[in-house]
Nanobody
């Protein structure tokens, strides 16, 4: 059964860090692009970061460049999102999703399967 399960969210103070994990099953991780998206309260879901299949080419939204790092461990069937220098505006439910292909995962319409999300709250 194909699944994506996010974990690692929580409450963190501004300036803090978190590492989100996306554990996948039911498909070969390295063959597909994986994206992280987030939805803040009252806002539409937006793309955060993407890592392609095979070569692992990464891409980031401008708002998170330099603070977020996406990575993939094919042996562990897990994709990570390291989040540093957290800001209150990073508060959101973070979702990982699998793309329909190995190369395109920046847009929601590129994605075929979604996890249920993990909540990140940045507050003092």
């Amino acid at each position: 059964q194909l699944q994506l399960v996010e974990s690692g969210g929580g409450l963190v103070q501004p300036g803090g860090s978190l590492r989100l994990s996306c554990a996948v099953s039911g498909f070969t991780l390295g063959n597909f692009a994986i994206g992280w998206f987030r939805q803040a309260p009252g806002k539409e879901r937006e793309g955060v970061s993407c890592i392609s299949g095979f070569g692992g080419v990464t891409d980031y939204a401008d708002s998170v460049k330099g603070r977020f790092t996406i990575s993939r461990d094919n042996a562990k069937n897990t994709v990570y999102l390291q989040i540093n220098s957290l800001k209150p505006e990073d508060t959101a439910v973070y979702y990982c999703a699998r793309a329909r292909s190995y190369y395109s995962c920046s847009r929601q319409e590129d994605m075929a399967y979604w996890g249920k999300g993990t909540l990140v709250t940045v507050s003092s």
